[in-house]
């Protein structure tokens, strides 16, 4: 019962955003794993290649569970004062119902602000190749069932002309990083804001025009090292703020406003690290989505200059749906390659001056924001 109640609500939905286009951006548990995701002016943070790859399941235990993946690979280029990125991300809804594939090209532009250089400004840009599917041979209407015999009608229903859209997108964001100087260590603050879907491309199957709501986000982090008089492994906290909103609501318009409210913590200690986050997501007035999220991972360094991040996180929801929908399950990798050097466009030396704001103390410990 509790199946065939899913498949009802994932079919109303999916109807919805192919009617519609009621649509709402996949969100990331684990936030800065995948940051070019949720800001593309972290492209160029690090000193040389980032790469980056995750991958989200929502509810497995559900028929036609979410699942999303997201690629990411930028390249520092004082060359080009600033970086360079890639981006991909393919997201299926309700057992291949909808289907979205998108590929991005990010430049940003890094400089230092200040006589003693402790802040870094980057300001970004990404353009977006969109294709988006819909597979209308997997929807049910009422009128192809019989009381008796089950579906065994033809719908009255017209199928779009048009299932496959193309489009172009693009994004826009700027970050700060700043590296406070405290006796015996340094503290290290990073804020930032992004407008994805800047120009609200059109995402409508039937040709009714309708464009997809245009979403802005922030966020507010900071690296805190802190010392153990008995132990020289260095240790951090990582308190984070995030907070997303697309669409809006209001009685002149019929496009529903999604928010998603992140605060939590990590705790990095040589090799590995915890992580408990807290996520709050109202889409009307009267309905939330509450979850706990716990973070374990792994990180270190190899060969010279290298490192690396591993983490897998778990959802927690409060409203009870864990139990039956098996939670939400996000995997994650990421490498770094400081001494990377791709045609003069990675780091090294050059005119520019740089900022090694979020180097930290030892060996292996990878820069998260």
């Not at 594939?101 to 190749?129: P, V």
């Not at 819909?134 to 065994?152: A, V």
């Not at 951090?236 to 019929?254: D, E, M, V």
């Not at 190899?302 to 996000?330: C, K, P, V």
Request: glycine share 10%; with cysteine.
């Amino acid at each position: 019962m509790f199946r065939q109640s899913i498949s009802c609500l994932l079919f109303i939905l999916f109807g919805s955003i192919g009617f519609h286009a009621h649509a709402q951006d996949p969100e990331y548990s684990q936030l800065f794993a995948n940051r070019l995701h949720i800001n593309p002016a972290f492209a160029g943070a690090n000193k040389g290649l980032r790469m980056s790859l995750i991958h989200r399941q929502l509810w497995p235990n559900v028929p036609g569970p979410f699942n999303t993946s997201g690629f990411g690979l930028d390249i520092n280029a004082p060359v080009l004062n600033g970086a360079i990125a890639l981006t991909a991300m393919k997201d299926e809804r309700g057992e291949g119902f909808i289907k979205t594939t998108k590929f991005g090209l990010t430049y940003a532009y890094r400089n230092l602000l200040g006589k003693r250089g402790n802040t870094e400004f980057s300001l970004a840009t990404t353009i977006n190749m969109v294709s988006k599917s819909i597979d209308w041979t997997r929807f049910e209407f009422s009128d192809q069932f019989d009381p008796y015999y089950g579906k065994i009608y033809q719908t009255s229903a017209a199928q779009p002309g048009n299932t496959v859209l193309f489009y172009p997108d693009f994004d826009f964001g700027f970050t700060m990083n700043h590296r406070l100087r405290l006796p015996n260590k340094e503290m290290y603050i990073g804020w930032g804001g992004a407008t994805h879907h800047l120009f609200r491309p059109d995402e409508s199957f039937l040709g009714i025009p309708h464009r997809l709501p245009r979403k802005v986000s922030g966020y507010l982090a900071a690296m805190i090292p802190l010392q153990h008089a008995l132990s020289k492994v260095p240790t951090f906290l990582f308190p984070h703020i995030y907070y997303g909103k697309q669409g809006k609501q209001s009685a002149l318009s019929t496009d529903v406003k999604f928010q998603n409210f992140m605060a939590g913590c990590m705790f990095y200690k040589e090799w590995y690290f915890i992580g408990l986050d807290y996520r709050n997501s109202p889409y009307s007035p009267a309905k939330n989505t509450d979850a706990f999220i716990l973070t374990l991972g792994a990180d270190g360094g190899f060969g010279e200059g290298g490192s690396y991040q591993i983490a897998y996180s778990f959802d927690f929801n409060l409203n009870g749906l864990s139990n039956r929908t098996w939670g939400s399950h996000e995997i994650s990798v990421a490498v770094a390659l400081d001494n990377f050097r791709l045609a003069n466009l990675g780091g090294g030396s050059g005119s520019r001056k740089k900022i090694n704001c979020f180097d930290f103390p030892h060996r292996g410990v990878f820069r998260v924001f």
